[in-house]
């Protein structure tokens, strides 16, 4: 059974830092997702991670991807407070191609404080 | 272009009584996906639908859970003689075929069911 594991769960952070948050997952995948939530809300599609290697920048969050160590990062330069919310990481099951079967860890809650 | 819509937003019913959500997919995406998500959880995969079709169902519970995507009309996720464990939010996705693959899940805002 694939499992997929983030840490932290919860994050306090001040503005103008930096930190990462990790997702690990148990079996072979080649396509991760990163994901925002915001309390109440739908699901933000943030990254998609196809390939070991790839990076990928979007402002302030950078997002990498390493298929032989099954584990992809979530970099934060800089937090700002708009950045609070909850990001989940997702791996696709893949039956030999991906059928949309996500399997989600449990979610960073991210709080960036003045 | 919208987006995926689901309705209602918000459910309220009581142990016993039927729960019915609706989800409107993306314009031109054919592809259905329905996920739960319990209070501090990531989502969960429920099942996968395309048109008149059910393609997986692996993580639909066996009894009172079912889902249908006709060919008109809105998916529906249909839950039989709720119970207080229903209770978690329902999110819809949809995407496009590209090729063998599914493209990106578009999620929509999601129904949050409760049950007293």
């Known amino acids: 059974e694939l499992k997929v594991e983030q840490n932290p769960l919860f994050l306090s952070m001040q503005e103008g830092k930096n930190y990462t948050i990790y997702c690990n997952y148990s079996?072979?995948?080649?396509?991760l997702y990163w994901y925002r939530q915001d309390p109440g809300k739908s699901l933000e599609s943030l990254f998609v991670l196809l390939s070991n290697g790839a990076v990928k920048q979007e402002g302030r969050l950078m997002a990498s991807l390493d298929t032989k160590a099954r584990l992809s990062t979530l970099h934060i330069t800089a937090a700002v407070h708009d950045l609070s919310a909850t990001y989940f990481c997702?791996?696709?099951?893949?039956?030999?191609?991906?059928?949309?079967?996500?399997?989600f860890g449990k979610g960073t809650k991210l709080s960036v404080k003045p | 272009n919208a987006g995926v819509m689901q309705n209602p937003r918000h459910l309220v019913r009581r142990r016993g009584q039927e729960a019915r959500l609706r989800c409107s997919p993306m314009?031109?995406?054919?592809?259905v996906y329905w996920y739960r998500q319990l209070p501090e959880e990531g989502l969960k995969f429920m099942v996968y639908?395309?048109?008149?079709?059910?393609?997986?169902e692996s993580g639909m519970p066996k009894e009172r859970f079912s889902a249908e995507f006709p060919k008109e009309g809105p998916s529906i996720l249909r839950i039989q003689q709720v119970v207080r464990g229903d209770s978690a939010a329902y999110f819809c996705?949809?995407?496009?075929?590209?090729?063998?693959?599914?493209?990106?899940?578009?999620f929509g805002e999601g129904s949050r069911l409760t049950v007293l």
């Open positions: 996705a949809s995407s496009l075929l590209v090729g063998t693959n599914t493209g990106e899940l578009f």
């Open positions: 079996t072979t995948s080649d396509r």
């Open positions: 639908l395309q048109k008149e079709n059910i393609i997986d």
């Open positions: 997702a791996v696709d099951m893949g039956y030999g191609g991906s059928q949309g079967n996500l399997i």
């Open positions: 314009k031109g995406h054919s592809h």
